[in-house]
C-alpha cells in the first residue's frame, strides 16, 4: 500500500488486513475509557467515529481546525480525521506559551479548537480568549464549548476528497529561536514527496513485518503526521507508542514489548537514557535508531548503539526542517559511535538524498557561493518545500534566494558532498561552532544531561550546562573546557528549569533573554 489520502489512511490499512498490534502507555485522549491495546481495524472505526463526531459539531470541507491538547499519537487520529473531513488540520503544541499560542491562533482563525478544558481555561486566562466560532474539549464539558464525547459518532460523513495541491495540514516550527511559523503543506509535499518516498521495504532501514516499532515523539509535529502516514503503509508486527519521556513510566512498557526499531526526538533519546544500563534493558534488540529534530550528541549515540544486543545495530540520523522534510541522512555504527574521532565528527550530517534534494553555501551577506570547505548559509532545493506560512507572506517570499530557499542553518559543504551544520545563523559565533562546542563538553562532563551554548551578542559564549541537581564541579569544568574557544562561567540548571519547545528543543532566545538579558548573536535575517 502506499500512502495517498491521510483522510481514508487508517481505513485502508485496516483492508489490508495486517495484524498490527499497538500499545498505548496511556488510553488516547479521543478515547479515554477505551484501553490501551488497539488494532488496525478499531483505529479505523475511531478515526471514522471521531470525524463523524466533528461534522456533528459544525466541521465542514475547507475549515481549519486547530488541535491543542497533552501530547499523544491521537494528535494524527485527529488530524486524518478532520482531513478526511475534507478540513484543513492544524495541530499546535500544548506545551507553547500561552502568548505565542494565542498569537498562532489569532492567525489560524480557526472555525474549530479541539483543546481540553484545562487549556481552554489557560487561554481563557490570557491577554485575550482562544476565539473560534466553534470550541471542542475532549476531557470534560466547558462552558461554551461542545464535549467530544456528547456528539453524534454516528452521524453519516463520506469521506470528502482534495486535489494534491490543496492545503492538507498545518504543522509549526520548534520555536527555538522566537515565535513558531505556521508550515502548511499540501498532499503533494508531505504525501507524495515524503511519505511515499520512506513507506518502501528498505534493506537493513525498511520497516518490516515482524519489527516491533517505538515511537516517542512530539506528535503535533509534522514529522510524526508523515511517519503515521509510512507506518500504516508497511505496519510493522506491533508498534509502541510513548506519550511521556520519564524513564521508569516507560520502563514496563518496553520492556513487556522490547523495540526492534526506535524512533524518538533527541531530547526523549537523553531523558530515556538511564534505561540503556539496567540490567535487562529494553533495546537489547533494537537494529535500527532513528533522530530527527534536533543535534544527537555522541554520548548518547554510544550509550544507545551499545545497549543493543544486534550484531550490526545502526542509528539514521535526518536532518531537515518542517518546512522541507528530510534533506540529509547519516548512519552511525557501534564501531563509529566509539572511534576516538567521533566528537569531532558529529555534525557531519550526511549527504542530501540523491535526486530529491540539492544544497548550496553561500556568503549570507552577498548570498553568492562559498566554496567547498568554507562555512556559509545553506540553501536548498526540493519539491517537497512546503506551501507557504500562515499568516507570513512576507517573511515566507524573503526566504527564497531565486529557485533556493534558505534554512537559515549555518554549515559547511564538504568535497565528498556532505554537509555539517554548524549552527543557526541567529544563534551564530564568529570563528567558532556552538553545536561543536557543546558536543565536546557533553564528551568530557558524564553527569551533564545537556550542555547548550549561546551565542550573545557581546563578549564570550555562555554555557549552559544541565544536570539532573543543577550542581557541577568547579574543577570538572575546568578539565572539559581545555583547549575549548573562551566561554563565560557556566549557568547550572535543572532539566525543567530550561524552557523547551513542543519536541524538547532548548528555546535558545528565551534562555539567553531569561539568563543574559540580551537577544542571540546572530541576525535573524533567514530565520
Not at 453519516?156 to 516550527?173: K, M
Not at 520519564?246 to 514489548?257: G, I, N, S, V
Not at 544486534?310 to 566509539?338: I, V
Request: glycine share 8%; with cysteine; charged share 25%.
Amino acid at each position: 500500500m502506499r500512502p495517498h489520502d491521510m483522510g481514508t489512511l487508517f481505513d485502508e490499512a485496516a483492508a489490508s488486513g495486517a495484524p498490527t498490534v499497538v500499545h498505548l502507555d496511556r488510553p488516547f485522549d479521543i478515547a479515554p475509557h477505551d484501553g490501551t491495546r488497539w488494532t488496525l481495524p478499531e483505529l479505523a472505526d475511531l478515526v471514522r467515529a471521531t470525524a463523524a463526531r466533528l461534522a456533528d459539531a459544525g466541521v465542514r470541507p475547507g475549515d481549519r481546525v486547530a488541535v491543542v491538547k497533552d501530547n499523544h499519537w491521537d494528535y494524527d487520529l485527529l488530524g486524518c480525521a478532520v482531513a478526511r473531513l475534507g478540513a484543513v488540520p492544524a495541530l499546535l503544541s500544548a506545551r507553547l506559551d500561552t502568548a505565542d499560542l494565542l498569537t498562532l491562533l489569532d492567525r489560524l482563525q480557526p472555525a474549530a479548537l479541539v483543546t481540553t478544558s484545562a487549556l481552554l481555561a489557560r487561554c481563557r486566562d490570557g491577554a485575550a480568549p482562544a476565539a473560534a466560532p466553534v470550541l471542542v474539549t475532549l476531557d470534560s464539558a466547558a462552558p461554551g464549548a461542545l464535549h467530544l464525547a456528547a456528539l453524534d459518532p454516528a452521524r453519516p460523513c463520506l469521506p470528502v476528497r482534495r486535489s494534491a495541491d490543496e492545503p492538507l495540514a498545518i504543522h509549526h516550527t520548534s520555536g527555538t529561536t522566537g515565535l513558531p511559523k505556521l508550515v502548511t503543506h499540501s498532499t503533494r509535499t508531505l504525501v507524495d514527496e515524503l511519505a511515499r518516498f520512506e513507506a518502501v521495504r528498505y534493506p537493513g532501514i525498511g520497516i518490516r513485518p515482524d519489527d516491533v516499532l517505538l515511537n516517542a515523539s512530539a506528535y503535533a509535529h509534522g514529522r510524526t503526521f508523515c511517519w503515521t502516514a509510512v507506518v500504516l503503509s508497511v505496519p510493522p508486527a506491533e508498534m509502541v507508542l510513548l506519550s511521556g519521556d520519564d524513564p521508569d513510566t516507560a520502563d514496563p512498557l518496553l520492556r513487556t514489548h522490547p523495540p526492534t526499531v526506535v524512533e524518538a526526538t533527541p531530547a526523549t533519546y537523553v531523558r530515556l537514557r538511564p534505561l540503556t544500563t539496567r540490567l535487562d534493558n529494553p533495546f537489547r534488540r533494537v537494529r535500527l535508531y532513528i533522530s530527527t529534530y534536533d543535534a544527537v550528541h555522541p554520548p548518547a549515540l554510544r550509550a544507545y548503539l551499545t545497549a543493543s544486543r544486534h550484531r550490526r545495530p545502526l542509528w539514521m540520523q535526518g536532518w531537515g526542517q518542517t518546512e522541507t522534510g528530510p534533506l540529509t541522512f547519516r548512519f552511525h555504527t557501534r564501531r563509529s559511535a566509539l572511534a576516538a574521532d567521533a566528537e569531532s565528527t558529529a555534525r557531519r550530517l550526511g549527504r542530501p538524498v540523491p535526486g530529491r534534494t540539492r544544497l548550496r553555501a553561500v556568503d549570507p551577506d552577498t548570498l553568492r557561493p562559498v566554496p567547498r570547505g568554507r562555512p556559509g548559509l545553506l540553501l536548498v532545493r526540493t519539491a517537497a518545500l512546503a506551501q507557504g506560512y500562515v499568516g507570513e507572506d512576507e517573511r515566507w517570499a524573503a526566504k527564497h534566494v531565486g529557485d533556493w530557499w534558505s534554512t537559515g542553518d549555518m554549515g559547511v559543504l564538504h568535497r565528498d558532498g556532505s554537509v555539517s551544520v554548524l549552527d543557526r545563523e541567529v544563534d551564530s559565533v564568529p570563528g567558532m561552532s556552538c553545536l561543536r562546542t557543546e558536543d565536546a563538553l557533553e564528551q568530557r562532563l558524564p553527569q551533564a544531561l545537556e550542555c547548550v551554548v549561546l551565542g550573545l551578542p557581546d563578549g564570550d559564549p555562555l554555557p549552559v550546562v544541565v544536570t539532573a541537581d543543577g550542581r557541577l564541579d568547579p574543577d570538572a569544568w575546568k578539565q572539559a573546557t581545555y583547549g575549548l574557544p573562551r566561554l563565560r562561567d557556566p549557568a547550572v540548571l535543572t532539566w525543567d528549569e530550561v524552557p523547551r519547545t513542543g519536541t524538547g528543543k532548548v528555546r535558545r532566545a528565551a534562555l539567553a533573554r531569561r539568563l543574559t538579558g540580551t537577544a542571540p548573536a546572530g541576525t535573524g535575517r533567514w530565520t
